[in-house]
């Protein structure tokens, strides 16, 4: 905490926390090439879940300009629409689409998120500055370049995530997406390390959305668009330091009573497991299977595998044991009706109850149509969750990050399953051969279900090789999946 006199006009040297963003963010060379094959997945994988979410008109609705015919021709093209937009705004349309389903890559640990929320933030600015080269005979960036400031915003968010509980102090996670993209995007537009640590200073002052709108009673869908928010407003912080020289902050986070530590984290400073690197991409979780909250993920896996022993005796189920981390536990354990689709896609008894009679989850298992079968409350209420103290130790042990979940039936004349375990699931690091194959599939029906064929042609082609898709320019990629 700073010792800085609140009566002193004396402006104190930046905060070390800031300094070591802007720091990373300039001079850190990545150097790893699982990063990079890891990052280049995470690409296509966010490009695929904002290619399904183009199917639900809520998302749809998102994705314009702020107001009709506020467009930008030349600007940042959102995937999967015609629209083409100032960065700011592109950032928030890319990261809702990305987000929309809880589909994407997950991160976690005392904090928990969503990395590749960030490129909405890198592809609108990206997109933006390569087609201004493009007109302007500079150079445009490549898909490396994407790349490689993905795998510094995941590596800002997720370390911040490993030691730093936000959500203890009523906060979500987002907070984390705006810092990160903050930085990155500073960088992007030329800033300079002061610049980066102006940018930042901004995003601390913001403070943090609450997390009301993911939890009982109040869950609903500006989950789904929060992290756009929070793109779009790191898009504009970059802007302002870089393009309008506004002043920063620099004991944002320290100062006594105003800075962030003690208006908005109970007074603690933040803490760091590890310096910066390529730790986070490395070991970032896929969502491949199922577009469910990440740690209900294996629970999923479980039911999945106990479907044909339970399917055609649910109306004999006398209970369905869960056993979870305790993170799974406090954020979707829930009792009593579920008012939208947000609401049952963070609540594992929905998640379970589904998969155990029809043996599948699909986003479209959160709909009304789909939630109307009594069969999935009447399940529900029979569901007891408890938090595995194993699970949660595995949880948080670095070497392992597993989000393990168990599942039992048990039945009304005394006889039960098999109680079936998953510590990770296909998307977890340690399956990665087993998980990519799937995440490739993914990708492509995600494409087939919402471009063009001779579009979905180019991309496929565009894709199978690594080393000319990373020297691919930006607005060239993006290009191939514009309407």
């Known amino acids: 905490m700073s010792a800085h006199d609140i009566r002193s006009a004396r402006r104190p040297d930046p905060d070390q926390p800031m300094v070591d963003v802007a720091n990373y963010v300039v001079d850190y060379t990545i150097n790893s090439t699982e ?28 994705l314009g300009p702020v107001v009709p015919g506020a467009n930008l021709p030349g600007g940042a093209r959102v995937p999967g629409t015609s629209h083409e937009l100032d960065p700011v705004q592109a950032a928030f349309a ?30 609108a600015v990206a997109d933006y500055l390569s087609r201004k080269a493009e007109r302007e005979g500079g150079t445009p960036l490549t898909v490396r370049d994407v790349l490689t400031w993905a795998i510094k915003a995941h590596e800002i968010q997720g370390c911040y995530a490993l030691k730093n509980s936000f959500n203890r102090a009523g906060q979500d996670h987002v907070i984390l997406v705006r810092l990160a993209s903050t930085a990155v995007a500073t960088a992007m537009l030329g800033g300079t390390k002061e610049q980066i640590i102006t940018a930042v200073s901004h995003s601390w002052i913001d403070n943090g959305a609450l997390r009301t709108y993911r939890h009982a ?23 302002n330091a870089v393009y309008r020289g506004v002043v920063g902050y620099p004991s944002a986070l320290s100062a006594r009573t105003w800075g962030y530590y003690d ?29 469910a909250e990440f740690h209900a993920q294996t629970a999923v896996e479980c039911a999945m595998t106990l479907h044909g022993a339970v399917a055609g005796k649910i109306d004999q189920i006398d209970k369905v ?63 007891v969750v408890s938090e595995n103290p ?25 006889t039960r399953t098999e109680k079936v375990s998953v510590d990770y699931p296909i998307g977890h690091r340690k399956r990665r051969a087993e998980g990519i194959p799937l995440l490739l599939k993914k990708f492509e029906g995600a494409l087939r279900g919402h471009l063009p064929a001779h579009r979905v042609k180019a991309i496929l082609m565009a894709t199978a090789d690594p080393a000319k898709l990373d020297a691919t320019p930006v607005q060239d990629f993006l290009g191939l999946f514009t309407l």
């Open 263 to 291: 208006a908005a984290f109970q007074g603690n400073a933040f803490q760091f497991e590890r310096p910066f690197g390529s730790y986070v991409m490395e070991n970032v979780l896929f969502k491949i299977s199922f577009p």
């Open 35 to 62: 990063a990079y094959d890891t990052a280049r997945y995470m690409l296509l994988d966010s490009l695929a879940t904002a290619m399904m979410a183009m199917k639900f008109p809520e998302c749809v609705k998102h």
């Open 217 to 239: 009673p109040n869950t609903g869908p500006r989950k789904s668009w929060a992290a756009g928010d929070a793109c779009r407003r790191a898009v504009t912080h970059a802007i």
């Open 390 to 414: 194993q699970f949660t130790k595995d949880y948080f042990d670095p070497e392992k990050r597993y989000i393990g979940n168990s599942v039992q039936v048990f039945f009304r004349d005394g």
């Open 94 to 123: 890319i990261g809702t689409q990305i987000r929309w389903l809880d589909f994407n890559d997950t991160w976690l640990a005392a904090e928990w998120g969503h990395p590749s929320d960030n490129l909405g933030s890198i592809l």
């Open 321 to 383: 044991v869960i056993e979870t981390q305790e993170a799974g536990r406090r954020i979707i354990d829930k009792t009593g009706p579920l008012a939208n689709y947000a609401d049952r896609d963070h609540c594992i008894q929905y998640m379970v109850a589904v998969p155990l009679i029809f043996g599948r989850l699909t986003a479209d298992d959160y709909n009304d149509e789909v939630a109307a079968d009594l069969r999935i409350d009447a399940l529900r209420e029979k569901m």
